[in-house]
């Protein structure tokens, strides 16, 4: 094996674990903080914006985190264009109520199981999603 080779496998394992560690669902953070504090700080971590229902302007960076703080703050719209969702990092949904659009187009590590705790979390209230260039499969759609 060249150095070149076990560089690049060293450095996809590396980065596996980071995945991980950014869509890991901590129930304890979901209880300090509620399910859409919580479900903003895995958006924002994973390269993705917010936008709280009723307001006109994203959150695309944790500069603009503290509204998420709020009480009568509600996600309605996300967008993650090629980031590091994963399939297990959509169990953030859960408690989201509000959501209407999700863009996750391009994010190669949303699968089915996603879009099937996607669909359980958001039914009510989702009206769009772009799940163009994941990894949701056609048997996954049926969701």
């Known amino acids: 094996m060249s150095i070149i080779t076990s560089y690049i496998k060293k450095s996809k394992l590396f980065y596996g674990f ?4 950014f869509n ?4 304890e953070r979901v ?3 509620g399910a859409n504090a919580a479900a903003a700080e895995w958006i924002l971590k994973n390269e993705g914006c917010v936008r709280g229902s009723g307001a006109k302007t994203w959150i695309e960076d944790y500069g603009g985190i503290s509204s998420c703080y709020s009480p009568s703050f509600k996600i309605a719209h996300i967008r993650v264009k090629g980031g590091d969702i994963t399939s297990g990092g959509c169990q953030h949904f859960r408690g989201l109520e509000h959501v209407k659009t ?6 190669i590590n949303v ?3 996603g879009l099937e705790a ?3 979390h958001c039914f009510r209230s989702l009206e769009s999603i772009d799940i163009s260039r994941t990894g949701v499969t056609c ?3 049926k969701h």
């Open 102 to 107: 999700i863009d996750f187009a391009g994010c």
């Open 31 to 33: 209880a300090k903080v």
């Open 111 to 113: 699968g089915d199981y």
């Open 118 to 120: 996607i669909c359980n």
């Open 18 to 21: 980071i995945n991980i560690a």
């Open 24 to 27: 890991h669902y901590n129930k």
């Open 139 to 141: 048997s996954g759609q």
